[in-house]
């Protein structure tokens, strides 16, 4: 692996080709120029009915962008851990600390703008339910897969995943139900620490999903053999109709993959 100044390079081996994404043409990138932002076919946008939305955090721009694009989407995103109360709690601890002078009143404007990002955008048919998606219920704030997609009859549904390491918790889920979804947007993580749990999610997927973008998180490391420790990957249902060519052997792509953390040097993958 040999180290740029910009770039590191990770050379995957041959055993992990599997990962390496089907060249598709007329991608676009929805989202944040940075970590939040995801790349998908651009003809998918208007087939989708419902985007169901896992881990939103203080991070929206994907969602936003989504619905400029399709008006008559219907968005159904969890996260238990923000909320109209939390964003206006934050904002009374800033206005505290801007009197002990720990605070900026730059941090203050950006916490008022997040809570009317936030009451704008989720409200008629963009819900956000304070729910955490598991594989079991264990606390009240719990939500299965099953009872997500009783929420919906749509049979054309992208979803999306950043939930910090419990995506693999609902791979069998999302394997059930694959015959109503048609794309995911999925960020795993400690993709080497758990390789065999990782391999054996992304060989499940495959069963029913190609990878047509893989994207590089930089924020974490990557394993000796070049596997990436937080690997981006779009997937697409396999009963869509839509041209792929050969395999990609060089990632990121111009023009829509950026940095995650611009502190942080940036990955490029080959594929051998």
């Known amino acids: 692996m040999k180290i740029k100044t910009s770039v590191i390079k990770l050379s995957i081996p041959k055993e992990l080709n599997f990962l390496s994404p089907y060249i598709t043409k007329n991608l676009i990138r929805l989202g944040n120029k940075g970590d939040g932002g995801y790349i998908i076919p651009k003809m998918l946008v208007n087939k989708i009915d419902v985007l169901i939305s896992f881990g939103i ?61 936030y009451q704008t955008f989720f409200k008629g048919d963009v819900f956000h339910f304070e729910k955490r998606i598991h594989n079991y219920v264990h606390h009240s704030y719990d939500i299965t897969f099953d009872e997500v997609i009783l929420k919906t009859k749509s049979k054309n549904i992208f979803l ?24 995911i947007a999925i960020e795993f993580h400690n993709a ?23 994207h590089v ?51 490029q993958l080959i594929f051998n």
């Open 160 to 183: 999306k995943v950043d939930i910090e390491g419990s995506e693999y918790r609902i791979i069998d889920s999302i394997v059930k139900y694959a015959d109503r979804i048609s794309a």
């Open 57 to 117: 955090s203080y991070d929206w721009s994907f969602e936003v962008d989504f619905k400029k694009l399709n008006p008559n989407l219907i968005i159904h995103g969890y996260d238990h851990s923000i909320s109209r109360k939390v964003f206006k709690k934050n904002i009374r601890l800033i206005l505290l600390n801007m009197v002990l002078l720990r605070f900026s009143f730059k941090k203050l404007i950006d916490s008022i703008n997040l809570l009317f990002s």
């Open 192 to 214: 080497d620490a758990l390789r065999p749990i990782f391999i054996s999610a992304i060989k499940k997927l495959q069963k029913n999903f190609k990878i047509i973008h893989l």
């Open 217 to 267: 998180n930089n924020h974490a490391g990557y394993a000796k053999d070049g596997l990436p420790e937080c690997p981006e990957i779009t997937f697409i249902n396999r009963k869509i109709k839509i041209r792929t060519y050969n395999k990609r052997n060089t990632l990121p792509l111009k023009s829509l993959d950026y940095v995650c953390s611009p502190r942080k040097i940036d990955y």
